[in-house]
């Protein structure tokens, strides 16, 4: 789960990470009155799941009370289009007011997942302020990492290193070593898959801020997290949402052929397939290896109100749960939807020629599939056609 950045700040701040004088939050509808500025000028900063904001117009510095009214007025309700956006527009529902800082030096640190590894690794540079994907490329050399034992946390000397390294003053260093500390703390506490500030700044008044904040945390453990758990989900599409309530795996894609399958690995490698086939998948969907009766017709529905979707692949492999009590599954979900697209299904495994004469004797137009490669052919050419 992604969270915008004021939430990732609140984390910050539970975790003693300084950040700047918050004035408040405003959505659209919510007049400035709403909030208190004691101090101009302020950085008013667009509240998406995005980077790139400052350069799409999603950052602005207002001197008065009439700037920051007119930019106010302007970001919320715009469309913000940036390099992470892929083309696409994201609506501006919220922008967050902060006191602006006195910018002396940025500094990019980070917290994220050696996957090589298996470990937690700090990855910081003294050059912040700009892609650290673009700075890994051009100047690697600049680009500090320090692995993290996930039982100790972020060991003192490890701290130490990383802040002579990144040049931060002597003066400074111990503020550095704990909000250094506390970040790592902070994403193991919270299982992230990613902390970063970019920029964390010294200030002329020789502070160390988090101007930024980037927090991903792992969706599986959100249920050790119930005040994350309790934000709105910002990335997830309407029938995302829905699937995630009723329990099934689903994520929108841009193709025509739905797809129901079970297992992960299985609907990754049917996802493939299609594209090898010549098609275009609308969705990852992945039903469970127990999928029962109810399951699937909830399946079938979520893939129906996608209105992209022109015909159906339902690829199961018979493990946990048999191939014959699928087929009566699939059966009897199909007479439970009102299924207006061709339907193909690819079953294998335990008892999987019984479950054919069931689908075959269930007198609905079902096109039976004799492999993987076989299901996704005559899924492309049916929605051909």
């Known amino acids: 789960m992604k969270l915008v950045e004021y939430e990732g700040k609140d984390l910050f701040k539970k975790y003693n990470i300084p950040i700047p004088n918050r004035c408040g939050v405003l959505r659209i509808g919510d007049d400035i009155s709403k909030i208190r500025i004691d101090k101009y000028p302020v950085v008013i900063k667009a509240q998406v799941l995005a980077g790139g904001r400052g350069k799409a117009g999603g950052v602005k510095i207002a001197k008065n009370e009439d700037e920051a009214r ?7 309700g715009m469309t913000l289009v940036t390099h992470q956006t892929q083309g696409k527009g994201i609506k501006v529902e919220e922008v967050l007011i902060d006191e602006a800082s006195d910018i002396s030096r940025e500094i990019y640190i980070s917290v994220t997942m050696d996957r090589k590894a298996s470990v937690p690794v700090v990855v910081a540079s003294k050059e912040g302020g700009m892609s650290i994907e673009e700075l890994a490329k051009e100047k690697p050399e600049l680009i500090v990492k320090m692995p993290v ?10 701290a130490k290193d990383v802040g002579y390294r990144l040049e931060i003053p002597k003066n400074l260093l111990n503020d550095f070593i704990n909000l250094i500390t506390n970040l790592v703390k ?11 500030i970019n920029p964390l700044i010294i200030t002329a008044e020789n502070k160390i801020i988090a101007l930024d904040s980037k927090v991903i945390i792992d969706d599986n453990s959100l249920f050790r997290h119930p005040d994350i758990a309790a934000l709105p989900d910002r990335e997830s599409s ?4 829905e699937a995630k309530r009723i329990g099934i795996n689903y994520i929108s894609l841009d193709g025509n052929i739905g797809c129901m399958v079970n297992g992960a690995g299985l609907a990754m490698a049917t996802l493939d397939t299609i594209k090898l086939a010549g098609g275009e998948a609308a969705n990852f969907l992945d039903v469970g290896g127990g999928a029962n009766v109810e399951q699937i017709t909830n399946a079938f529905k979520i893939i129906l109100k996608d209105n992209k979707v022109k015909g159906i692949l339902v690829n199961i492999f018979g493990g946990i749960m048999k191939c014959d009590n699928i087929a009566k599954g699939i059966v009897e979900a199909a007479k439970n939807v009102d299924v207006n697209v061709p339907v193909v299904v690819r079953l294998e495994g335990t008892n999987v020629k019984e479950g054919k004469e069931i689908l075959k004797n269930s007198g609905l137009k079902f096109t039976q599939a004799e492999s993987l490669w076989d299901g996704c052919k005559k899924a492309v050419e049916l929605v051909k056609q």
Do not use: R, T
Not at 149 to 158: F, K
Not at 238 to 241: A, G, N, P, Q, S
């Open 186 to 196: 902070l994403f193991i506490e919270y299982d992230a898959s990613l902390v970063e």
């Open 149 to 158: 034992d996930v039982e100790a946390g972020l060991m003192p000397w490890q």
């Open 238 to 241: 309407e029938l995302e949402k």
């Open 70 to 76: 007119s930019i106010i007025k302007n970001m919320l």
